[in-house]
């Protein structure tokens, strides 16, 4: 069964940090391109970060940029997102996704989708 599982979510103060992880299993994470997607509360959900399979070429979005770091773990099968200098426009449910295509925020080209962690950074 293909699937991606996301964990690492929660409760952070502004300038606090989390890292996300997810897994996949059913397919080998380096053979996709794997994304980072988040969704705040009544906005349309946008990509934050992805890294693509053959190359792990990165790409972030400009409002995370130099704040968050994605990487890939392929003994374990894992992407990470290292979340740093949290603020509170960083709430949202946290989605990663797989795509056959290259790293892109095209929600369209990303085939398999998990369940989503939830970011809440407040004070």
């Known amino acids: 069964q293909l699937q991606l599982v996301e964990s690492g979510g929660g409760w952070v103060q502004p300038g606090g940090s989390l890292r996300l992880s997810c897994l996949a299993s059913g397919f080998t994470v380096n053979n996709y391109a794997i994304g980072w997607f988040r969704q705040a509360s009544g906005k349309e959900s946008e990509g934050v970060s992805c890294i693509s399979g053959s190359s792990g070429m990165t790409n972030y979005a400009d409002t995370v940029k130099g704040r968050f770091t994605i990487s890939r773990d392929n003994a374990k099968n894992t992407v990470y997102l290292q979340m740093n200098s949290l603020n509170p426009e960083d709430t949202a449910v946290y989605y990663c996704?797989?795509?056959?295509?290259?790293?892109?925020?095209?929600?369209?080209?990303?085939?398999?989708w998990g369940q989503g962690t939830q970011v809440t950074v407040s004070s």
């Open positions: 996704a797989a795509s056959h295509w290259d790293c892109q925020f095209n929600k369209d080209d990303y085939i398999y």
